[in-house]
Each structure stands twice: as C-alpha cells, then as structure tokens.
C-alpha cells in the first residue's frame, strides 16, 4: 500500500515550480514542441539563463547614473557582412554621469567639456571591462548623433594625443590610427 504523502507536500509541492527556469521549459514545450525532448530542453534553457544572469547580476552593482550596456567583445572583429547579432556581446557597466559631474554642473562648468569627459569616460568603462563601444551605441546612451560622438572624440584625441578606445578604432585600426598619426603630423609642422 502506497504511503500517504503530508498535506504540506502535496499543498508546497506546486509552489516549488513557480521559477523562471519551469516558466521557460515550459514555454519552450508548449510553442516550440520539436525543438527536442527534455534533455535538449533542459540544456538550452540553462544556457539561456547564463546569458540571463549575465545581465540580472549588475543590477545590484549598479548606482546612480550608470547603465548596463552589450558591448561587443574586444577580441571579436567584425567581418563582411557578420551584422551585429552576430558579434559577441558582453554587458558592461557604463557610468552616463557620477557626483564629479553633477559637482561640475553646479560649478557652472563648460557643459561641451563634462560631455567630452563623460563619453571617454564611457568608451574607457567598456575597455576596462573587456568591451568595445561603437559611436552608435555611445550616441544612444548621450542622445547625441554617431557624428557628433566622433567629433568630440577627435577634439579630445588632437588635444591630448591619446586614442579614444571604441570599437571604430579597435576592430578597424589601420584606417582610424592612420589618420590619427596623420593628423597629429600634420599639426606638428
């Protein structure tokens, strides 16, 4: 004769089901039916919540006026025709503004100058943590257009003779380098 299992079993049991991983396997069972039996479920939706944790695990690190922002992987160059789905992203903390600007700001300092500070600033958060930003997404995050983002990085470049690092430089050297020694020649005479 089959035990009779506790009322708080069969009462908790359900509850213990109510996670985000069941929530995705059962998604998956019930609009992708071919996609496999459990086991290839069960892989791929643990894969799925690595990417997931990836991203979740900065949200406790974050403080105010910084963003969590895919970056594509320094050691992943673009190819022909690879779009950018196709790249390997990581997520990296970018800080859009910290208490130093905000001091600035109510000092009533040059807003072009907290601007240009804060975009190396976000362009050298990325690089430290493993990532490249393009002028693209550093427009986004600043709400200025890709061209103006390049602009201001070539003003900071001729002024301090250092080389923003961005993924227009980074994964496409020869040509953004090159015109950066030309440039910085070109003012030497």
Same mark, same amino acid.
């Given at each position: ?36 039996? $459990? ?20 949200? *406790? ?15 992943? $160059? $673009? ?50 943590? *493993? ?59």
């Amino acid at each position: 004769m089959k035990e009779k299992e506790h009322y708080r079993e069969s009462y908790y049991r359900p509850h213990s089901s109510k996670t985000l991983q069941v929530a995705m396997k059962s998604f998956i069972r019930r609009e992708f039916p071919r996609l496999g039996g $459990p086991w290839v479920i069960d892989k791929f939706v643990d894969k799925l919540l690595e990417i997931v944790d990836q991203y979740r695990f900065y949200q *406790g690190k974050l403080t105010p006026g910084q963003v969590v922002w895919p970056a594509v992987r320094i050691d992943d $160059p $673009p190819a022909y025709r690879k779009p950018i789905a196709a790249s390997h992203q990581i997520p990296v903390i970018v800080t859009i503004v910290n208490q130093d600007d905000i001091a600035a700001l109510r000092q009533n300092e040059d807003r072009q100058q907290l601007l240009q500070q804060a975009l190396v600033r976000a362009a050298n958060d990325a690089y430290a943590q *493993g990532g490249v930003l393009s002028c693209a997404d550093l427009g986004l995050l600043f709400q200025r257009s890709p061209t103006r983002v390049a602009a201001i990085f070539r003003s900071y470049e001729d002024e301090t003779h250092q080389i923003v690092p961005r993924r227009d430089n980074i994964h496409a050297p020869s040509l953004t380098k090159a015109s950066f020694v030309v440039r910085l020649i070109w003012k030497a005479k």
